[in-house]
C-alpha cells in the first residue's frame, strides 16, 4: 500500500486535558518504493526543571534600533540566566541517519525531535538496522565533523513503516544518555486503519477504557508493554478513552480521560509516561496523536 503519513499530536497534561493540535507535514511527500522506509521518531519523558543563576556582572542585552542596527545594552539590574544543561540532561537536539539522496550519494538526514510533542517523520533508503548518530563539530581547522552512534535499532523485513519510540530513563539525571529505544512496525497490515497503538512506558500497570462493540472494553497493560486495541467511533470519528494508574496498595488513579480523533483512513497512538517531578499533582502524563494514511 503506497501511503503518505499526516502527523497531528495531541499532548494531554493531566486529568483536566487541554489539547493542542501540530501539523508535522506541510506537503504530501512523494508514495512510498519498495527500497523505502517510513521512519517516525517520538521521544517521551519528563522535562529537567530549569535553574537559574544571577550574573556579578551587568546584563548586556543586543537590542534592534529603529534603523535596523543592533545595539549593546548594559543593564545594572541583573537578568537572572538559566543553567546550561549538561550533555543528556535534556533530549539530544538534533540526531542523524545515514541516507541516499537521489542520485544515490550517502548524506547524513537530520532528525530534530523535541520530547513530548511534535514528532519528526522521514522517508529513508531501506536497510536491516537503523543506527542514530551524534554530530561532533570540529573544534580546530585541521578537524572533520565526526559522526558516532547514539542507539541502534533492527528493522524486520517486511517493515515498511516504522514508529521509533526513545523513553527517558527516569531513573537517572542524565536520563537520556542510555534511553530505551522501542521499535513498532506500523505498517498498515500490522497496524490497520481504525486501530490505536498503546504503550505503556509508565512503571505501574495501566488500564485503559475504550468503548466496544459490546459495551465498554478494558484492557490492562504492564509497564514496558504495548498493545493493539480497535475501539468503536463516533459519526465524528472519535472515542473516548479513560486511563488509570494501578497503584501498589491496589488504589487506582484516572490520569486521562478525553475523546480522540481517529480519521477514516487513520490510527491513534498513546505514550504514557511518568514524571517524577510532579509530585503534588498527576505524575502519570499522556503524549497521544492521529496519523493519516493515504
Known sequence: MLTNIKQNLIICLAVSCSFQTFPLCAQDS??????????????????RIAKYTIPNEPSIIEEEQEDGSIKKVV???????????KPFE?????????????????????????????????????????????????????????????????????????LLLFVKNYRQKKGWEKPLLKNFNISPEKLPVGSILIYNSSPVPIEVDTPGKNGLSTIAIAPSKSANI?????????????????????????????????????????????????????????????????
Open 75 to 85: 543593564y545594572n539590574n541583573r537578568f537572572p540566566k538559566e543553567i546550561q544543561a
Open 30 to 47: 512523494p508514495p512510498l518504493k519498495k527500497t523505502d522506509l517510513d521512519v517516525l521518531v517520538v521521544a517521551v519523558g519528563h522535562k
Open 90 to 162: 535534556d533530549f539530544p537536539r538534533n540526531l542523524y541517519l545515514k541516507n541516499k539522496n537521489a542520485q544515490g550519494k550517502t548524506i547524513f538526514e537530520k532528525i530534530s525531535i523535541t520530547p513530548n510533542r511534535r514528532p519528526s517523520q522521514k522517508k529513508i533508503h531501506r536497510r536491516s538496522n537503523l543506527n542514530f548518530l551524534l554530530k561532533t563539530l570540529p573544534r580546530k581547522p585541521d578537524e572533520k565533523v565526526t559522526y558516532k552512534k547514539y542507539l541502534s535499532s533492527s528493522i524486520g523485513e517486511d517493515q515498511t513503516h516504522a
Open 230 to 294: 480497535v475501539p468503536v467511533l463516533d459519526k465524528s470519528s472519535r472515542t473516548m478513552v479513560r486511563a488509570r494508574a494501578v497503584l501498589k496498595n491496589g488504589s487506582k488513579k484516572e490520569f486521562f480521560y478525553d475523546s480522540i480523533l481517529i480519521p477514516s483512513n487513520g490510527r491513534g497512538f498513546l505514550f504514557p509516561y511518568l514524571n517524577p517531578n510532579s509530585k503534588k499533582h498527576q505524575p502519570i502524563k499522556m503524549v497521544a496523536y492521529y496519523d493519516e494514511l493515504k
